[in-house]
């Protein structure tokens, strides 16, 4: 069975500082990936995927992603968080086979203080 | 254009008795899902349909619950005799076939007192 470990559930930071969320998955196969993003009041929406390919991906707002296959990770940074970046963030996979459902991590909760 | 809508917002119920949600989803996307979300957990898969294939409801908790869409357009999730453990949080999400890029409603804040 698949499954996805965001192992920090919150996380602290003053404006200006760096971002990297942890997000590890278990998985038998090829993977797809992605990170989702829930501001306060606003709907889950797509950050960034991983496909195929590079495995450094940019997604919006200045976040990026790395999948380290050997590592079974795909951990997501930003060099210089702003108060705007507070929200809940959370990992998914899929496998590639066909199967469109995802697995959720958790999610992690980020606070930016200005 | 417009995006998933979810009705109602917010639902509290008292234990035992069953509630509807609804979703509709994005025009033209034929994937619809749900999802359950507890306090301080992840994104719990309940159901999938995908256009007139049968739904995959590998996700569902219970035979409390279930679910229909008619066509490709609305869905509803349906929870009888709810449970407190049944609070939560449902999110409905839709996505073009063969996507995997999913659009998410606002949810349903469901609390069973």
């Known amino acids: 069975a698949q499954s996805v470990s965001q192992h920090n559930h919150h996380v602290i930071l003053s404006e200006a500082a760096s971002l990297e969320l942890g997000c590890n998955y278990s998985?038998?196969?090829?993977?797809?990936l992605f990170w989702y993003v829930q501001y306060p009041g606003q709907h889950l929406q797509l950050l960034l995927k991983?496909?195929?390919?590079?495995?450094l991906v940019k997604g919006i707002k200045g976040f990026e992603a790395e999948f380290i296959k050997s590592k079974f990770s795909f951990n997501l940074r930003k060099p210089s968080v702003q108060w705007s970046d507070t929200a809940e963030y959370f990992c998914?996979?899929?496998?590639?086979?066909?199967?469109?459902?995802?697995?959720f991590g958790r999610g992690t909760s980020l606070i930016v203080h200005p | 254009g417009a995006g998933v809508s979810q009705s109602p917002s917010n639902k509290v119920t008292e234990k035992g008795k069953d509630v509807e949600l609804r979703c509709d989803p994005i025009s033209g996307h034929t994937a619809l899902y749900w999802y359950r979300q507890r306090l301080g957990q992840g994104l719990e898969f309940l159901i999938y349909?995908?256009?007139?294939?049968?739904?995959?409801k590998s996700g569902l908790p219970s035979d409390r619950f279930s679910a229909e869409r008619t066509g490709e357009s609305v869905s509803t999730l349906t929870i009888q005799r709810t449970q407190q453990e049944d609070s939560a949080v449902y999110l409905c999400a839709s996505s073009l076939a063969g996507n995997y890029e999913q659009y998410f409603g606002p949810g349903t804040r469901l609390t069973v007192t």
């Open positions: 991983y496909f195929s390919g590079d495995p």
């Open positions: 998985y038998g196969g090829t993977v797809n």
């Open positions: 998914a996979v899929t496998g590639t086979g066909g199967s469109y459902i995802p697995t």
């Open positions: 349909f995908q256009g007139n294939s049968a739904p995959d």
